[in-house]
């Protein structure tokens, strides 16, 4: 059995309410800032940088295939031991707050391209411009989340190097698809990716993340009724 199966195999119980809460929160936080914030005045941060960027309706794969790409990454970092996973989802926490606070502070879209009916990827694209109101955009959560995919592995000697490259060559992938689609401008791509390390630096090097393990345990302690691994 390779590492990387032994490393998905089974869930630690301790790490299953963090998985939980990392998406649930997630959800919470986007559709909460456009239900506050959906009719207040839209910033518009786009570039002439950004405006010579063409559309490119293929990009779509990538862009709607990374939440498998989600899903697997953090069900690895969720195998890590307890300290580790934890620092990565109080980083994880923190990165949706303060992406709440950037939606309601300084709420952004951008100009969306007018596409043709024809093609098989321009109706994918059409769906998802009917379904994804353009804002909630600074800084972009699917370079946020992506990038933690990457970070969240990075160095872990328990995961194959080739996968944790193959990470980082997806979550740029990913970054290049969100405004290849128009559905981010460049500012958003490198907000989300700093907002990424930085949340993930406090999340290592502050007590940042004990706060988190101590709510996550009382949580765990309720609802198993037992102790979390150590």
């Not at 990038?147 to 990913?174: E, T």
């Amino acid at each position: 059995m390779s590492r990387l199966h032994k490393n998905f195999v089974r869930i630690p119980r301790c790490s299953i309410i963090p998985l939980i809460m990392a998406f649930s929160f997630n959800m919470a936080v986007y559709a909460g800032a456009r239900i506050i914030a959906g009719n207040w005045h839209h910033y518009n941060i786009e570039t002439s940088l950004d405006r010579k960027i063409p559309f490119f309706a293929p990009a779509a794969a990538v862009y709607l295939g990374c939440y498998f790409f989600w899903a697997v990454n953090y069900i690895l970092i969720a195998r890590q031991e307890k300290r580790e996973a934890f620092q990565f989802f109080s980083a994880d926490f923190l990165s949706r707050i303060v992406c709440f606070i950037c939606y309601l502070v300084f709420p952004t879209t951008n100009t969306r391209p007018f596409v043709e009916p024809e093609g098989f990827w321009n109706q994918v694209m059409l769906l998802v411009y009917r379904t994804d109101a353009a804002d909630n955009l600074f800084p972009s959560i699917h370079c946020l989340v992506s990038w933690f995919c990457f970070i969240g592995l990075r160095g872990n000697s328990q995961i194959p190097r080739w996968y944790q490259r193959a990470s980082f060559f997806m979550a740029v992938l990913v970054c290049i698809s969100t405004v290849l689609t128009k559905q981010h401008v460049i500012a958003d791509v490198i907000g989300g990716v700093l907002l990424a390390e930085a949340c993930f630096w406090l999340g290592k090097h502050t007590a940042l993340f004990t706060v988190y393990e101590t709510v996550m345990d009382k949580i765990n302690s309720a609802l198993f009724k037992s102790s979390v691994r150590e």
